[in-house]
């Protein structure tokens, strides 16, 4: 045929398969961020604290008779503390945006009508803060004790220290999941992204104030896991050892986490849908 | 039929969206009417797995959906009455996404994205964010992501919302193209009679959750025998009382027609006749189809 | 002018480098007039423009000889339904439209009985003390309707008045314009949907690049546009025998054969109509039907906007 028809025509090429369907959703958030100058200035800042970390671990085997700071699992754990941070801002930004420009646009019907279920939606949202807050968490903890293996001249710091490694995994990724699937619940919860923003704030520092109106009334430690920030550092404690102010109510923390995390998958089940039900 | 549902009930308290629905769609474009709280929209939102019905059962293209929801996604394509777009995107993003939450390759789906997007007519303002875009354009996207993928029916939701004149008719005849000449079936849902009348075969007409017809349209507005309809330019009393003299009837219908009831065996010829006689000009005549709204309106059960 | 109720008077308006409505002089008659254009020709300015909402930047927009802009008294006396969707959600119907008609002055219990007879007149009784957050699109259309009509205005100015309806709403909102412009009111209505606006009036305003484009009756506007005869489609199973007989006429200025029959052009329609029934009786031709291609508002718009 001389004359070819340009307008549309069938698909007939290839398609993937399901199981990375939900990798499509974070890469394109992904992108999107990082398009962003403010986002990219951001992601510098985070690592403000490991460089001067990385500093000291420095400092300390150039000078080691100054006895600057000790490099124990404790240094390890404080970073991961500190680090909590970033993932309160990033909680707020990109966080509280992440379903709930979806809702105010109405994309959930886009993205529901496509050959996708609820659960790659979410798994694909999770994972583009959850990728962040790794990246703040898992990745300094890791570079740092690889430089602390490089700067050590001897192996009592491996024989000692070899569990550090998996701690930093094991707390980063179950910080990070608890964290992101909070923030992730929030964000399902309003069309505005800025409500989102003030529930976070409002949950940390409302749960952080009982926490306290608590202890003053019963004295008992324990209840310093009413804080959602402080669910995640006494979780470090758990991965870690030691203890902070409050004692080590790791195991307690983790605990309240998981359940946190039934209350988040439920919300997020009945918030993600491509129905508005109206009364 | 490429979709069937059978006795689907959808109850929310005491109110029944959907009441023992069961219609057949067929193949080509088919209007999906109704008045509003008929159930439309719950019935596209259980053909799109966004419903679990109550009871029933519902098939597109053979496969069940409730039970292949995935698979039966993947042969439509849905496009949404109300505007929705997806953030920070433009028409080039946003339908590629379509595609890749297809499983299309990327390269493909981009490739699909630019020919869609031709396809339902945006031109350079694709590298616009969609945010940007008047209502038209919004349509237009729409449409475009629903297309990307190459599905084998399109469910369409008011698609000639806010488009003006000439955009209505470049919709329409997108409509007809897709599925008179590229093998694409159509449902499309719409308040617009005239609009289904000019690019559907047949329909599914809905009320109070019950489907209360469903065929072609050509059998639904057949022709009245010996039934005319007829318009004049100027004063018609000549004219009618000439039909009375002929022995024929007459009764005035809305928009200054003239419903003209000949005798039997007489033809047109007769309403020349009275024409010449009277000295009247006749500038319309046609024979009588009921107008798919008067269908619409006996079905509902109004007059 | 005489018989004019809302009249335009070199009216201008421009947003910076953008204009919106240029140089428009018009005079609005009592009836049903359908304000067509394309998107972008100036039709939302226009009616900003009339409904005092914006001011102008040239010439003068005025009622009965009263300018519109920032003249409340004048303002009292139209009544618009815009084509956003913006209302307040927690209100029940029935408040929504006697709150808004308590801003025409009225007190709370006449206000009330002017919203209970809006709202009768849109259908929508049995919906009144449901929350307008509720309603379905062609419910919020309806309640809009009402709340343009309560304070009884002399104009009344529609811009999509039946978007989201549904086709029994749609045929019975036509009606009530219909009446009311039959009860003497002035009715202006934007519309992108012609038939719809044919089955209202035959009295347009074109609207194109800010510009009237034509005003006036449909029909008498298609016969003066002469580059493109009249199409005329004449349903006949004799197609050949009534083309002959028919090109012998001199304002038959084209034929085209048609499944069903053919398609004539013809520079004189009057004529034409005229002779027909006499050629078709003296012939006796089977002529089914004879429809008009062209004399409607959607060509003469595609012809008057390119």
Known sequence: MPIYDQ????????????????????????????????????????????????????????????????????????????????????????????????????????????????????????????????????????????????????????????????????????????????????????????????????????????????????????????????????????????????????????????????????????????????? | MVIEVRDITIQYGRHKALDAATAGFAEGAVGLLGPNGAGKTTLLKVLLGFLRPDSGSASVLGMSVPERPLDVRQAIGYMPEVDCHIPGLNAVQLCTYAGELCGMPRTEAIQRAHEALYYASLGEARYRPVETYSTGMKQRVKLAQALVHGPRIVFLDEPTNGLDPKGRIEMLDLIKDLSRRKGVNVVLSSHILRDVEEACSSVVMLSKGKVVRQGSIAELMKAVPDLYEVRLKGDSDPFTEAVVAAGASWKPLQDGLIEVSLLNGHGSEAIFRAASVSGSQVRHLSRRFPSLEDVFARAVGVE | MTGAVLECRGLSRWYGQVIGINDVNLDLAPGVTGLLGPNGAGKSTLLKLITGQIKPSRGTVSLHGQTVWDNPDVMRRLGFCPEQDALYENLTGLSFVASLARLNGYSRAEARERALKAIGKVDLLDAKDKKVGGYSKGMRQRIKLAQALVHEPEVLILDEPLAGMDPLARRSTIRLIREIAADGGTVIVSSHILHEVEAMTRSILLVHHGRIVAEGNVHEIRDLIDEHPHRIFLGTPEIRRVAEALVKWDDVQGIRVDDEGLVVETIRPDAFYSRLPGLVLEHNFKVESMISADDNLQAVFDYLVK
């Open chain 1, 7 to 279: 307008s549309y025509r069938p698909y007939r090429g290839h398609l993937s398969s399901h199981a990375m369907r939900w990798w499509t959703i974070t890469r394109t958030g992904l992108m999107h961020l990082f398009s962003k100058k403010i986002f990219l200035v951001l992601i510098t800042m985070t690592f403000f604290y490991p460089v001067v970390a990385g500093f000291q671990i420095y400092f300390v085997h150039q000078f080691p008779e100054q006895n600057l700071v000790t490099i124990n699992a404790e240094f390890f754990r404080m970073t991961m503390e500190i680090q909590l941070l970033w993932f309160l801002v990033l909680g707020i930004y990109p966080g509280t945006g992440l379903i709930s420009n979806d809702l105010r646009w109405n994309a959930i019907q886009l993205y529901l009508s496509k050959p996708l279920t609820k659960l790659d939606y979410i798994a694909g949202k999770l994972a583009i803060i959850g990728i962040f807050l790794l990246g703040v968490s898992l990745v300094p903890g890791l570079l740092l004790f690889g430089l602390q293996l490089g700067f050590s001249s001897d192996t009592k710091f491996l024989t000692s220290f070899w569990w550090i490694p998996f701690s930093v995994i094991g707390y980063s990724v179950s910080a990070s999941f608890a964290w992101g699937m909070i923030v992730l619940a929030l964000s399902s919860l309003s069309k505005n992204s800025r409500y989102v923003g003030i529930l976070l704030i409002a949950l940390v520092f409302a749960s952080g104030g009982m926490a306290l109106f608590f202890w003053g009334i019963t004295d008992a430690e324990g209840v310093i896991i009413i804080s959602v920030i402080d669910e995640l550092k006494q979780l470090s404690y758990l991965f870690f050892g030691g203890q902070g102010a409050f004692g080590n109510h790791g195991f307690a923390a983790a605990i309240t986490l998981v359940f946190l995390m039934g209350v988040c998958a439920a919300t997020l089940r009945r918030r993600v849908r491509a129905v508005e039900v109206v009364k």
